[in-house]
């Protein structure tokens, strides 16, 4: 089956370390996208690419670093600098990052810092 | 930059009950995304509109954009327990062609059977 895969689903973080959250898709889509989602604020885009080798920053990219080497993967690393990284993280892909396309949602990662 | 104001924030009906979300956007949307999320997981396509006064429905669930393209409304007909969850719109971005999308802050539903 076709999809979006994060891991881990749950992930404990010590402070002043980095930790690098994960997301494989199988749906041969060009772009993806990280999102962090906070209580009562909804979706907020940390980073995207809409090619291989190729990715931008988004709103919040503060404390974030991401890669794009292969196709079906976009891993998302959150650094020590950034200041309140304890959310749910979401990633998502869409057929092509141009015009206007359904993105498919991964189950997302909840990374909590300690 | 875009933004996107959902309302109401959170809404409790009796199962049975008609409910309407709106999404309001203070620029034209040029594509309107719904999604459905259940508490701690990921995000679920529900439906896309794009041209001004378009309507679509899947099951129990309708969705609007208005002529002016400025607001959508999400409708539930006969709500059950099952359309418990957040509701979020999302819109493209208007100032260039990539897919980027500005989300609204999310409508918490509660069904009670």
């Known amino acids: 089956d076709g999809g979006i895969t994060q891991s881990p689903k749950y992930l404990f973080r010590k402070e002043g370390q980095n930790v690098t959250l994960s997301c494989e898709q199988n749906l041969n889509h060009d772009a993806m996208y990280w999102y962090r989602q906070d209580p009562g604020q909804g979706l907020r885009l940390i980073y995207y690419?809409?090619?291989?080798?190729?990715?931008q920053k988004g709103d919040i990219a503060e404390g974030y670093s991401v890669s794009r080497e292969k196709k079906e993967s976009f891993p998302l690393t959150v650094t020590s600098a950034q200041k309140n990284p304890t959310a749910f993280y979401l990633c998502?892909?869409?057929?092509?990052?141009?015009?206007?396309?359904?993105?498919?949602f991964g189950p997302g990662t909840r990374l909590t810092v300690l | 930059s875009q933004e996107l104001e959902q309302s109401p924030q959170s809404l409790i009906v009796q199962e049975g009950k008609n409910l309407t979300i709106n999404c309001t956007s203070s620029k034209t949307l040029y594509g309107l995304y719904w999604y459905k999320q259940k508490y701690g997981e990921g995000l679920i396509f529900l439906m896309m509109l794009q041209k001004g006064g378009e309507e679509k429905s899947h099951e129990k669930i309708t969705a609007k954009l208005d002529e002016k393209k400025q607001q959508s409304s999400l409708h539930i007909t006969a709500s059950q327990p099952s359309h418990a969850g957040i509701y979020l719109c999302?819109?493209?971005?208007?100032?260039?062609?990539?897919?980027?999308?500005?989300f609204g802050q999310g409508t918490i539903l509660t069904v009670h059977p």
């Open positions: 998502a892909s869409s057929i092509s990052g141009q015009g206007s396309h359904e993105q498919f």
């Open positions: 999302g819109a493209d971005s208007l100032s260039t062609s990539y897919g980027k999308l500005t």
């Open positions: 690419s809409q090619i291989v080798n190729d990715f």
